[in-house]
């Protein structure tokens, strides 16, 4: 069957469309006609097909012509294309464009469940343009070619096809590219314009069109934002995604506690004894809760209230450990309860204080020793400290300076070793969970404070020496005690 096809589909095509079980995919005939797919270990039922169907499995990893496939009235192609769209819905199938006259292979892996590669007519007079989403990068030791637009992934043999795409920056009549030395066929063109990788332009190339994309909800989104947007969620990707822990037996998990600085460490544990404010039920700290980016300078916040804060919100409550894999051993994980959730239990977020102006504490940059509730000063360039200050006062809008700035800072790799696709966003909300707690408790002391959206990574990388990939800003958190309302200012 495979031969006989191929054959016809060349002498009416230059470029053949095949579509073929993914890699890593096994097909497995069981009793009665069931069909069972083998992924890594497991294997699947697909269902019951027809018994000629079975004969056919083996040309499916070779691949079988799409076209022919679907326009077939054969009832054993139509038993074939039912299993075909089966594997498909489930992403298990893969589609291969090659030109008989050229050696290189494009393959589209779809990373959308109902992807089915369509060929829009493209005529000569078309014009078309890269999407300002598309990008290529390596994978492995191949090319890809991917959009958060897109419902598939282009992994591309053939250097032509690249070539083509850089060209595409520019908008291009289709007469054109056909005439490109190399061209890799009209059928990779109308391909990528269904995965919207290419747009179809009026001939006069309209800047605003091509910048909208047609749809005046994508001119909002970054490229960045939306691809880390169908990245780090599901549905959009077929990439592994979730706490999958792929570093096991590759490196050490990173610990629940960071290693800690070196230098003396200011012991916190008595100033934090000191008794608070009657405590307020939660719902009144709610209504109450206000940013407050003008501090009292006449007034400053006071080391025990500092260390309140610190007990309050962020440091470790109980430590312990347990083997990964239960009684089947696997890496020891070291695990903290903290005040304030944390996806995994990872607790990876790190907390520096620039200490301006703190009754009690000497002014320098510190860093929180959440499992000895303890602060040790870092060694760190006064006009960087300085920096760090002002840009904090400049992204509140505020007269001066916070008598504190709390950085959260994460230990990526703490995340990143147990979860795939999501650890980046994963670390975001923790963030976003710590900054409502800091926001409370400073409610509670009657202390001031304001969440800072912004960070500085280059600034923080400088001021402690770690390379940004490794533990990095990712929030901020003024500090301080709130000027009366009449004497601040209103909010930026
Ligand atoms: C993630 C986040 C980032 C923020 N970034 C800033 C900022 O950079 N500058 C600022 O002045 N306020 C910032 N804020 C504070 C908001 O402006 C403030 O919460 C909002 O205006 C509501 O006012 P309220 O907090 O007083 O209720 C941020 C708040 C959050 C939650």
Redesign the pocket.
């Known amino acids: 069957m495979q031969a006989s096809r191929t054959a016809h589909i060349q002498a009416a095509s230059p470029a053949t469309l095949s579509v073929r079980l993914s890699r890593h995919i096994a097909l497995e005939a069981a009793a009665g006609g069931e069909i069972l797919v083998r992924v890594e270990h497991q294997a699947v039922s697909l269902g019951t097909f027809d018994a000629c169907v079975v004969e056919h499995m083996r040309a499916l990893s070779a691949g079988l012509p799409v076209d022919l496939l679907a326009a077939s009235r054969d009832s054993v192609d139509r038993e074939v294309l039912r299993l075909v769209q089966r594997l498909a819905r489930s992403g298990l199938v893969e589609y291969s464009l090659v030109r008989a006259d050229r050696g290189g292979e494009v393959v589209i892996e779809p990373q959308v469940p109902d992807y089915w590669p369509q060929l829009p007519d493209l005529t000569d007079g078309d014009t078309l343009v890269l999407s300002r989403f598309a990008y290529m990068r390596r994978r492995a030791s191949e090319m890809v070619l991917e959009s958060p637009r897109s419902g598939a992934l282009f992994r591309l043999g053939d250097p032509a096809a690249a070539a083509m795409l850089a060209s595409l920056s520019e908008p291009q009549p289709v007469a054109r590219l056909r005439r490109q030395d190399g061209f890799p066929g009209t059928e990779l063109l109308a391909l990528l314009l269904d995965s919207q990788i290419l747009l179809r332009i009026e001939a006069d190339g309209d800047a605003g069109l091509r910048a909208t994309e047609g749809d005046e909800h994508l001119v909002l989104w970054d490229f960045h934002d939306f691809l880390f947007h169908t990245r780090s969620t599901e549905g959009r990707h077929a990439n592994p995604l979730g706490g999958r822990y792929p570093y096991v037996g590759l490196s050490n998990p990173p610990p629940a506690i960071r290693p800690r600085w070196p230098g003396r460490a200011i012991d916190l544990r008595r100033d934090s004894d000191t008794p608070g404010a009657t405590v307020r039920p939660v719902t009144a700290l709610l209504r109450e809760?206000?940013?407050t980016?003008s501090f009292d300078d006449r007034a400053p916040l006071t080391r025990a209230e500092l260390a309140r804060l610190l007990d309050s919100a962020a440091r470790v409550q109980a430590t312990w450990c347990s083997p990964l894999d239960g009684e089947h051993g696997g890496p020891m994980m070291s695990y903290t309860a903290r005040p304030y959730p944390s996806a995994g239990a990872s607790y990876e977020l790190e907390l520096y204080l620039a200490v301006r102006h703190c009754d009690g504490l000497a002014p320098g940059y510190y860093h929180y020793d959440a499992g000895r509730h303890a602060l040790t000063l870092l060694h760190v360039r006064p006009q960087d400290l300085d920096a760090l200050l002002a840009a904090a006062a400049f992204?509140?809008?505020a007269p001066g300076p916070p008598q504190v700035l709390i950085t959260i800072a994460a230990r990526f790799g703490r995340v990143s070793w147990k979860y795939s696709a999501v650890a980046y966003e994963l670390i975001l909300k923790n963030v976003?969970v710590l900054?409502q707690t800091l926001y409370l408790v400073a409610t509670e002391m009657g202390l001031g404070g304001?969440?800072?959206?912004?960070a500085n990574i280059e600034l923080f990388a400088r001021m402690t020496g770690l390379p940004h990939h490794i533990e990095g800003a990712v929030g901020q958190f003024a500090l301080g005690r709130g000027l009366d309302e009449e004497e601040a200012d209103g909010?930026?």
Request: aromatic share 0%; net charge positive; charged share 20%.
């Open positions: 809760r206000r940013s980016r992204a509140m809008g976003g900054t304001c969440a800072i959206g912004s909010p930026a």
